[in-house]
């Protein structure tokens, strides 16, 4: 619960692809997930297909990185 809670905090300041990966990494860890390949591929293949779809694929934008407008 705590983690989802920093989560949202950290979205609204990251954008979702940068607040999302981490999020996914823990949450597999937690979870027991111990191989790190499919850590890594789950963590950060997830998000990406998210942002590809929602941001690209149905412009429906999610919250967005200061840093580019790709995450």
Avoid: D, E
């Amino acid at each position: 619960a705590v983690f989802t809670l920093v989560f949202l905090f950290v979205m609204t300041r990251l954008g979702f692809f940068l607040s999302a990966v981490p999020f996914a990494i823990a949450t597999l860890v937690i979870l027991g997930l111990r191989s790190p390949l499919p850590i890594l591929a789950m963590g950060i293949g997830v998000p990406a297909v998210l942002v590809a779809l929602f941001n690209h694929l149905l412009i429906l934008p999610l919250p967005t990185s200061p840093f580019t407008w790709w995450f």
